[in-house]
């Protein structure tokens, strides 16, 4: 198999026997199945279990695989999944679902306002350049609540709708677009402590108009 | 349209997915309030980062653990039909 075989053609090749497309597949996906793990359980070892989790599976279940999505979504599904069972077993909630009893009561009269307003001295394209940004997006990123930093994993870092979000937590679309809403205000704010330039910031007290 | 409200239509402003008339309202609102414009932009560029973030690289030693273990696994139980 040639390195630019596509996914479909290496999944053909595993499903025919072949290991060294199967390795292939997984030197390919590898770094976005360890990320997601990472990003949604913050924590090294955890994120190593799901990652390995999740490829041993796709072995015991490539023969199974009807290719309805492709490699990469089957193998994410597989992961998130993996991921999911291990937040619900640290919380001792194995049967329960993510969706809590009190959930109904976080309502958007209870957001909370932003405090710190500011210009950011750099845009985006500047900032992705510089490797301190990195770790300041994953410390703000575990800062939140694990229900919190799920939702905006999975919509805003992977890109799934909200609607595959709430499927794939088993939440409903009104608690997911709750919870990516806190979820991006706060890291807002996080990230604009840091990156905000103090000469354009803007005092809460002017923010109470109409 | 006040702040709080606007603060609540955020997601859907942010995404594209707002109303019309709703979004009217909404870039009415911000032309005449800066920290809400601020907030928005704050908003905007926050995602943006997070989606452009780099993924991970693996550990080395588990990296090399993780394909061991799958060649074991293939070896011992290949998946073939």
Known sequence: ??????????????????????????????????????????????????????????????????????????????????????????????????????????????????????????????????????????????????????VFVLRDVEGLSVRETATTLGLSE??????????????????????GDPATRIERSHHHHE | MKCEELLKMLNEYVDGTVDPAICEEFEKHMAGCNPCQVVVDNIRQTITLYKNGQPYALPLEFRAKLHATLRERWLERPPVR
């Open chain 1, 1 to 150: 198999m040639k390195p630019s075989s596509s996914d479909t053609e290496l999944v053909h090749a595993a499903k025919a026997g072949d290991l060294a497309a199967f390795e292939a597949l997984t030197t390919r996906h590898e770094r976005r199945i360890y990320s997601l793990a990472y990003r949604m359980l913050q924590s090294p070892q955890d994120a190593e279990d799901v990652t390995q989790q999740a490829f041993l599976s796709a072995v015991e279940n490539l023969a199974q695989f009807r290719e309805e999505a492709s490699f990469a979504t089957w193998l994410y599904r597989i992961a998130t999944f993996a991921a999911l069972k291990v937040i619900r077993k640290r919380k001792g909630l194995v049967t329960v679902s993510l969706e809590e009893a009190t959930e109904a009561r976080e309502d958007y009269d209870s957001i909370p306002h932003p405090e710190y307003i500011a210009d950011w001295k750099q845009s985006p394209e500047q900032l992705v350049e510089r490797h301190e940004t990195q770790r300041l997006l994953e410390d703000a990123l575990a800062l939140l609540d694990d229900k919190h930093r799920l």
């Open chain 1, 174 to 195: 009104a608690n997911v677009k709750m919870r990516l809403l806190r979820a991006r205000l706060q890291l807002r704010e996080q990230l604009t402590r840091t990156l």
